[in-house]
């Protein structure tokens, strides 16, 4: 039988005046899937989570979940099935690690992430009961989180960003859309990361992955989709997509930014590590 489609973009455009960030993106996210995005600095792989996540509007296309039309600002459509990291962590720097985890099980229940993490609802920091504890502890256990009574402003960025996703995996989303998330990592969060990515897909979820780290994405997804000036120039199987004509004149060919060429460069050899 085919896996679930769980999250389907139509015609997806972004533009700021006159220009266009984004360009008429089409696809489509099954259940228990791993996409990745790819593509050069300005190639539009943060404009297309943001429009996702509900951080921007659309200026055209539709998105549906569950062949629902997803609509609304970033809390609605985290409480419909949506988690996602940032490119630059997103925390309450004052509070320990197990607050900021809790927020992600409140966000579930409560308005919105930025209301919480400015501290209108500190109330919804308190466990509701054993499960939220037990589950914040699981999440540090399985993303290598040792001390969770530390202040998230005493943490590295690399440890920022570990927190940030153990935070966006208690919501228990259909879809996690992490932008980023192994920048300043070690390997310890490398792993710690590429394991909740195994997590959420064999929940039977999905997850939209973005880095520029190309060969580490492509050992982890199964599909790639390359983005350049923003339009999809590529979308299929991880190994063609880094020996296609595409990849290579992305970042290596006369039209590429130099400035991009040398960051995250596709491999000639991959290893899948994916489960």
């Not at 540090?140 to 040792?146: K, P, Q, S, Y």
């Not at 070690?186 to 939209?208: N, S, Y």
């Not at 290579?248 to 590429?256: E, R, T």
């Amino acid at each position: 039988m085919a896996e679930e489609i769980l999250l389907v973009g139509r015609g997806l455009t972004k533009r700021y005046g006159g220009v266009t960030a984004l360009s008429e993106v089409d696809f489509e996210l099954r259940a228990g899937e791993v996409l990745g995005l790819v593509g050069p600095n300005g190639a539009g792989k943060t404009t297309l989570v943001d429009l996702i996540s509900g951080a921007q509007a659309a200026t055209a296309g539709e998105l549906t979940l569950r062949g629902s039309k997803l609509t609304g600002p970033a809390s609605r459509r985290a409480r419909a099935g949506l988690g996602r990291t940032f490119q630059y962590p997103q925390l309450a720097l004052e509070l320990d690690v197990r607050a900021n985890l809790l927020l992600g099980r409140a966000a579930r229940r409560h308005a919105t992430l930025w209301q919480m993490i400015t501290g209108a609802f500190v109330g919804a920091l308190r466990p509701t009961g054993a499960a939220d504890g037990a589950a914040v502890r699981a999440i540090a256990n399985e993303l290598g989180i040792r001390d969770l009574d530390r202040e998230a402003g005493d943490l590295t960025l690399g440890e920022q960003r570990l927190v940030e996703v153990g935070r966006a995996l208690g919501q228990d989303p259909l879809v996690l859309l992490l932008d980023e998330p192994f920048a300043g990592s070690d390997a310890r969060g490398v792993a710690g990361i590429a394991e909740v990515i195994h997590t959420v897909r064999r929940r039977g979820h999905a997850v939209i992955l973005v880095d520029h780290n190309v060969d580490l994405v492509a050992r982890l997804v199964d599909r790639i989709m390359l983005l350049d000036r923003g339009r999809v120039v590529f979308d299929g199987d991880p190994r063609d997509c880094l020996a296609s004509p595409q990849m290579q004149s992305v970042y290596f060919g006369s039209d590429a930014d130099d400035d991009d060429a040398g960051d995250g460069s596709p491999k000639a050899e991959v290893q899948d590590v994916r489960s």
